[in-house]
């Protein structure tokens, strides 16, 4: 019913900034939740972002607020995280994720989320 694409990834030197892209198609007129996770190698998905529908809630992990900025443009169907300041530990594959709900329990667990991206890579050199 809906894809998401994630984009902007790459290689980064520490302190430097990317925008990631995630375009969505299908059925979206009704995708309420969304969210941005990341994951290192050898480590489990972990939270980064979460926006609502109309862009005014917004949440964070601990780890990247004051750095990132997540936001969406629903006329045209894409979601945004913008990284500055990044660190090594930044490195991974980031997936943005998508629900119908408009209001999940847990926000920062991937469970919860219906639809995801194939992911895109960003690694920060030190």
């Known amino acids: 019913q809906v894809q998401l694409v994630e984009s902007g990834g790459g290689l980064v030197q520490a302190g430097g900034s990317l925008r990631l892209s995630c375009a969505l198609s299908?059925?979206?007129?009704?995708?309420?939740?969304m969210g941005w996770f990341r994951q290192a190698p050898g480590k489990e998905r972990e939270f980064v972002a979460h926006?609502?529908?109309?862009?005014?809630?917004?949440y964070y992990a601990d780890s990247v607020k004051g750095r990132f900025t997540i936001s969406r443009d629903n006329a045209k169907n894409t979601l945004y995280l913008q990284m500055n300041s990044l660190k090594p530990e930044d490195t991974a594959v980031y997936y943005c994720?998508?629900?119908?709900?408009?209001?999940?329990?847990?926000?920062?667990?991937?469970?919860?989320?219906?639809?995801w991206g194939q992911g895109t890579q960003v690694t920060v050199s030190s």
């Open positions: 926006i609502g529908l109309s862009g005014s809630s917004t």
């Open positions: 299908g059925r979206t007129n009704r995708l309420y939740a």
């Open positions: 994720a998508a629900d119908y709900r408009a209001f999940i329990p847990t926000i920062s667990d991937p469970a919860e989320y219906q639809y």
